[in-house]
């Protein structure tokens, strides 16, 4: 069973930036979709980003704030954030972007924006 482990959230006043990184404990992980969701409190988890056949795509939330990418010689997805706002705050997994085909989720990383 693939591993995920997400790193890089914190504590950030509104208009920071944080750098999310997700390692995952898979050879193949280059034959993957992959993509970072977020669940807040009492919410549903949600995808805010994906790459999908070496594209990007992303959340009309997101959009032009968030920049997903990834490191396949690492096994590493990575979601920079900028311009953060307070309904960011959530937290974020990374996972296959296609939920039904998910692997057994991680922790998670905290991003709070808060001033």
């Known amino acids: 069973q693939v591993q995920l482990v997400e790193s890089g959230g914190g504590l950030v006043q509104p208009g920071g930036s944080l750098r999310l990184s997700c390692v995952a404990s898979?050879?193949?992980?280059?034959?993957?979709?992959m993509g970072w969701f977020r669940q807040a409190p009492g919410m549903q988890r949600e995808l805010v980003a994906s790459?999908?056949?070496?594209?990007?795509n992303y959340a009309d939330s997101v959009k032009g704030r968030f920049t997903i990418s990834r490191n396949n010689a690492k096994n590493t997805l990575t979601l920079q954030m900028n311009s953060l706002k307070p309904e960011d705050t959530a937290v974020y997994y990374c996972?296959?972007?296609?939920?039904?085909?998910?692997?057994?989720w991680g922790r998670g990383t905290q991003v709070t924006v808060s001033s």
């Open positions: 996972n296959r972007a296609r939920i039904e085909r998910a692997w057994t």
């Open positions: 898979t050879g193949l992980f280059s034959i993957y979709d």
């Open positions: 790459i999908i056949n070496d594209s990007a």
